[in-house]
Every structure is written in structure tokens, then in C-alpha cells.
């Protein structure tokens, strides 16, 4: 495998998905080691729902997960020339900035994907306790985030 470096603990796995349903509401649960809200040795678990759209956050974990074959394999990798090449944070952060900056986009950080998917579930018609919640927001400015 290659990437660059990042604590192994720390890499999303296929064993860390699991898939639930009932009373109709399907759901994933991705749990998250080393997330930067974490306690130290805290394990963080993302929630996701279902949704009869386009951009339904379950259809996509499920395109993921059938681009691993093991159930250590990283979730996000992809193979090229017979080796497995681990999606890196640091990475993605400094491709997507490239892109942004080459577009004009200037200032775009990781937080605006945080604050882009309250505006998106605001959208959906998701409930703004439910959206903060989920985003772990208890101070009322962070619920502007979803207007």
C-alpha cells in the first residue's frame, strides 16, 4: 500500500461500516478513530440515512465498499497497476485546494464541506436540531450555518 504518512489506526476501514434497518429507515454507522473532536482514544461514529436522492450518502459508502474486497481494505483507496493506494486527508485537502485556487476559489477550507452538508440536509427538509445533532453544533450561531 501506498499513501502518504498517516497513522494506520487512524484509516477508515470496511470493517468500520456497518449497515442497519428498521422501522423503515435505513442507515450506515462509519465509526472514526483519531477524529480531530475526538478525546484522545475516542472513537466517533458517523451516522448516515438513506435518502431517495441523487446524492444519497448510502448509495455512495455502497459504490465505496465495492471497490474493496477485504474487510481491512482502507474505504478510501483505489487500486492502480496491482497496488493499493490509500486516500490521504492531507492529500485530498491539498488537491481539492489546487483545484479551488486555480478556479478563483480562494479561502475554501474542509469546514465549508462541514457547513455545505448542513445547508444541503436544511435543504432535504431535515429537522435544524436533527442537523445539529448530527454536526455536533450546541451553540445557536452554528444553527445559521444551515440558513
Do not use: Y
Not at 470493517?15 to 472513537?43: C, N
Amino acid at each position: 500500500m501506498t499513501g502518504d504518512k498517516q497513522d494506520s489506526s487512524e484509516v477508515i476501514r470496511r470493517s468500520d461500516v456497518e449497515f442497519t434497518k428498521g422501522g423503515g429507515i435505513e442507515q450506515s454507522f462509519i465509526s472514526l478513530r483519531g477524529a480531530k473532536t475526538a478525546k484522545a482514544g475516542e472513537t466517533q461514529t458517523l451516522q448516515l440515512i438513506r435518502l431517495n436522492h441523487v446524492l444519497c450518502p448510502i448509495a455512495a459508502l455502497e459504490r465505496r465498499l465495492a471497490q474493496t474486497t477485504g474487510n481491512d481494505d482502507p474505504l478510501f483507496s483505489f487500486t492502480e497497476n496491482g497496488l493499493r493506494h490509500v486516500l490521504q486527508k492531507q492529500t485530498i485537502i491539498t488537491a481539492c485546494q489546487n483545484i479551488w485556487n486555480a478556479g478563483g476559489e480562494k479561502g475554501l477550507t474542509g469546514h465549508s464541506f462541514r457547513v455545505g452538508g448542513a445547508s444541503l440536509r436544511f435543504a432535504l427538509g431535515i429537522p435544524i436540531p436533527e442537523i445539529c445533532e448530527i454536526g455536533r453544533w450546541k451553540a445557536i450561531r452554528d444553527k445559521k450555518l444551515a440558513k
